[in-house]
């Protein structure tokens, strides 16, 4: 029998085993729209925005590991797409989407709501394809998904145009792909894991340096018996965090910029690191010429172009982590004995006492405003043993919750972090949400971020996305003030934020609730009220504007050169403007070890 | 170092920009870029001249490598290999000149082409020292146009690596 394009898509789509695309109609991808109205599955979330449901799709494919689907028009709806598409392709999120094309006879005639969609998205996809033929269309949606999920995944764009989607033929989805010129390693190169194995049983002062790469290929269990046989310890990107527990004793928490004092120490003082599924992003690695110069480099990344790009490397291994640690596993255990732990002895001697000299920890007064480290803190207490997902924009609060927001479960933090998009923390939340109905998902949001992606709060509504909101609200792009505090004399220039909107009429407004919280004492029982409502809910928690977060590596900085606190001199400055009391009775400090 | 690359890559519309759009959104260097179809009607083979240290050609190679139209990459700078480039040269040539040309023609092998009462265009074939060379020597007769193929190149003995051993090229394992 012969199907349209449209029916071909939705029916590819079915064989792809797709639950749920993200998307918003328009005038070339009706006929699309039109045989989707006949479908419960898969079902359309309709957006407010195309932006929203890139990263709504981003958040159903960290948190599934399956790949996020969208559906948007031509021109100014493929346009919306690309700040999701440059996110996508950093943080190697598998996506596909498909944008509607204006008729393949109009195409190069500025035709109205014509973009080049394929060159626009050529540098931030893995891969993009244009089809020209609807002859061409089921075994294109079959390559797209192929390429997303494989390998480094990434997001691939379908462009798909009117005529296209009209078109009839006969459908046969092909069962298998071969593209002869993409062919991922997933197996490591035997002798390279040897050697690996041979240099992990002598450092004195080894290191693990965890990626967002163990995520993806779902290597947990590997890294989980690698580290607690080898008893080494773990530092995790941003990225990573939730590859292995954050409660663990062996995790050191995050590294890099915002890292912990102790990860940090640890990876500048050490004489092996592995690194798994990491790509010593300059977050990380700060100076590179200062980079860890005691070390040895084992480098495990599916991704070639990511080893050797930055550091020399001495054992590169080429190959999907969760394969090649399972085979180092193997050499390990042979090799292995009691004796392995007396020999490391030294070196967690030595990381104990960094954690002693500067734990990660702050400090709350019950007179001054809501710190958001202690507010972090409670919604880490009051929620953990629900095994929330926890989404996160980007910024000060973002940072603070990479830090106090244990992770100890995979696919539970949903962050931007290569390409830092602001605005990414509500949407993803939403299609998380969306992926796991009975989940409290949580999401961590700044003032300044939330308000780019707020038009989402509609969806959350119609689609009964129950997500809970802690709007961070320093009235403040507060990392941005924070450096202008560091780098620029404290002069604000567009940092301020002020405190519009009234979060809590804003959720009236939408018919989802809001809640507030000003003075610490409230912090708790906002959280556990929200807890009880099955509706979205946005907490506009209202914390001092002028906290900054440390540690902090300046950029350019080596990693043993980390600020912990604010300078003396901006210290008196500060405490002038908040008009804060001197630290009183009832000082209540929390410290977390990390 | 400079070094030639021999790219072979699905015979498609947009591989070009994507190859192109490679070395221009990292900042690579690109000397000269030639294209070809190959006796594979689906297959396409590039020539491409670039210049970097050895950290900056490994990631050229492997980042060529990871574009999916790319079928095979060949850095042949690691080995013998054979480069030719054609230029065809328009020069004024009157009078006297005419006798001139038409001796730095021979002496370099080169062709004359086309001839007008005022012009001859010049076809050479040769490696860049030649191709320099006449243009040098021509110079003073007054170039009037001047086209350069870009260089192509091949590899004197087979090359070992299969087609299908993209992932197992050695330097992904960068021993
Ligand atoms: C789309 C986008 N624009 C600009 C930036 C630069 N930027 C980084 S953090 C930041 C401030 C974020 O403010 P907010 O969301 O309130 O978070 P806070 O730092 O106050 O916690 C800005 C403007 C960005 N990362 N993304
Ligand atoms: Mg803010």
Known sequence: MKLNGAQIFVESLKKEGVKVIFGLPGGVVLKIFDVLYDYKDPEVILTRHEQGAM???????????????????????????????????????????????????????????????????????????????????????????????????????????????????????????????????????KWQIKQAAEAILKAKRPILYVGGGTVFSNAFEELREFAEMTQIPVDMTLMALGSFPGTHPLSLGMLGMHGSYTSNMAIHHSDLIIAVGSRFDDRVTGKVSEFAPHAKIIHIDIDPTSIQKIMNVDIPIVGDVKCVLKELNQHLRASLDGRRKEELKPWWNQLEEWKKKNPLTYKQNKDQKIKPPYLIDRLYELTHDQNPIVSTDVGQHQMWAAQFFKLDHPRTWLTSGGLGTMGFGFPAALGAQRAFPGRLVLSIVGDGSFQMNLQEMATAMDYHLPVKVAIVNNGYHG?????????????????????????????????????????????????????????????????????????????????????????????????????????????KEGVLTA | ??????????????????????????????????????????????????????????????????????????????????????????????????????????????????????????????????????????????????????????????????????????????T
Not at chain 2, 72 to 94: C, Q, W, Y
């Open chain 2, 1 to 174: 170092m400079e070094h030639i690359i021999s790219v072979m890559v699905e015979n498609k519309f947009g591989v070009l920009s994507r190859v192109a759009g490679l070395f221009s959104g990292r900042g690579f260097n690109i000397d000269s870029l030639s294209v070809g179809p190959t006796i594979d009607p689906t297959v396409s083979m590039m020539t491409l001249v670039t210049r970097g240290d050895d950290r900056i050609v490994e990631q050229i190679i492997k980042q060529l490598n990871k574009l999916i139209d790319v079928i095979k990459v060949i850095d042949l700078s690691e080995g013998a290999f054979v480069a030719r480039e054609t230029v065809l040269i328009k020069i004024s040539a009157k009078g006297e000149d005419r006798a001139e040309a038409l001796r730095i023609t021979d002496i370099f092998r080169a062709r004359v082409v086309d001839s007008t009462p005022a012009t001859y265009t010049i076809e050479v074939t040769g490696d860049t020292n030649k191709i320099e060379a006449i243009i040098n020597l021509l110079k003073p007769l007054g170039i009037k146009d001047l086209v350069r193929t870009g260089r192509i190149a091949i590899a004197r003995e087979e090359i070992k690596t299969a087609v299908q051993d993209k992932p197992q090229d050695k330097k992904r394992f960068g």
């Open chain 1, 479 to 587: 990392m941005v003030r924070q450096w202008q505090d560091l780098f620029y004399n404290s002069r604000y220039s567009s940092s301020f934020l002020g405190q519009h909107p009234d979060y809590v009429k804003l959720a009236d407004a939408y018919g989802a609730v809001g809640l507030r919280a000003t003075k610490p004492e409230e912090v708790d029982g906002v959280i556990k009220e929200a807890l009880k409502i099955d509706k979205p809910v946005l907490i506009d928690f209202q914390v001092d504007p002028y906290e900054n977060c440390y540690p902090m590596i300046p950029a350019g900085g080596a990693n043993n050169e980390m600020i912990m606190e604010d300078p003396p001199e901006l210290r008196k400055k500060e405490k002038d403007k908040a008009g804060m009391k001197k630290a009183g009775n009832g000082e």
């Open chain 1, 55 to 189: 990263h709504m799709a981003e958040g159903y494919a960290k948190a599934t590991g399956k790949a996020g689907v969208v559906l948007v028009t031509s021109g100014p709806g493929m346009t919306n797409t690309v700040t999701g598409l440059a996110d996508a392709s950093m943080d190697s999120v598998p996506l596909v989407v498909f944008t509607g094309q204006v008729s393949t006879s109009l195409i190069g005639n500025d035709a109205f709501q014509e973009a080049d969609n394929v060159g626009i998205s050529r540098p931030c996809t893995k891969y993009n394809y244009l089809v020209k033929d609807v002859n061409d269309l089921a075994q294109t949606i079959k390559e797209a998904f192929y390429i997303a999920t494989t390998g480094r995944p990434g997001p691939v764009l379908v462009d798909i145009p009117k005529d296209v989607s009209m078109n009839q033929t006969e459908f046969n989805y092909p069962e298998k792909v071969y593209i002869r010129g993409y062919n991922p390693t997933y197996e490591g190169h």
